[in-house]
């Protein structure tokens, strides 16, 4: 058994917890406006398949008109420009303060700070056997896809960099995705796009 899966457990709950007490303000400040900003709850909950599959309930600040999920299209990312999304979620999305909630599902084991991003169910049954690699460990609140384009890639783009993770994870992996991530929240996605590599590392999953 591999010892840095425990390792980055204890450490996932230990800053987990430090995080949440010391957001603790922020949090319940983004609550009160989400509630000021529009109609609908201060929480978007939706179950995602987890670590080998198994499904959980993440926590998300709602920034989108309530109901807006209806009209989701599955494999269809939310662009910046979407009109559901409110005017507070989009200072929310662009600096992924609506993903600090998922701070309690780390917490409680459900997810890690680094890992694949928690899928849609639904993607279960596109998925090709070298994708569900993606699933040997706790989805992350940012990942090596997160870091190299995103809402940029395709879901195979994706899934290419979520199985490399998978494959190489380590403390210097996980402290160098966390390093870039501050840097995309500071300056934008959309400057760290990287699809040079990612046919090479789709065929090197698929063997």
């Known amino acids: 058994m591999k010892v840095y899966p425990i390792i980055k457990r204890i450490i996932d709950f230990t800053l987990s917890l430090i995080a949440l007490i010391i957001l603790l303000p922020l949090l319940l400040l983004v609550a009160l406006l989400i509630k000021l900003d529009s109609k609908g709850p ?12 198994k499904l959980f309930r993440v926590y998300k600040f ?5 109901g807006a999920d209806k009209y989701q299209k599955v494999g269809v990312e939310v662009k910046k420009d979407d009109s559901r999304i409110t005017t507070l979620g989009r200072f929310l999305r662009r600096f992924k303060i609506d993903e600090l909630p998922q701070l309690i ?9 680094v890992g694949p991003r928690p899928s849609l169910p639904e993607y279960l049954q596109q ?12 989805p992350g ?16 783009e994706k899934s290419a960099y979520d199985v490399k993770y998978v494959k190489e994870m380590s403390f210097f992996l996980d402290i160098k995705i966390i390093v870039k991530t ?20 789709k065929r090197s999953n698929a063997k």
């Open 62 to 66: 709602r920034t989108m008109v309530q």
């Open 182 to 201: 501050i840097a995309i929240v500071l300056f934008g996605e959309e400057k760290f796009i990287n699809k040079s590599n990612v046919k090479l590392l």
């Open 141 to 156: 609140l940012t990942g090596l896809a997160q870091v190299n384009g995103n809402i940029y890639l395709e879901r195979e």
């Open 42 to 53: 201060v929480f978007y909950t939706q179950f995602r398949p987890g670590k080998n599959q």
């Open 127 to 138: 998925y090709e056997e070298w994708e569900l690699e993606r699933f040997l460990v706790r």
């Open 105 to 113: 599902n780390i917490l409680k084991g459900d997810m890690s700070i």
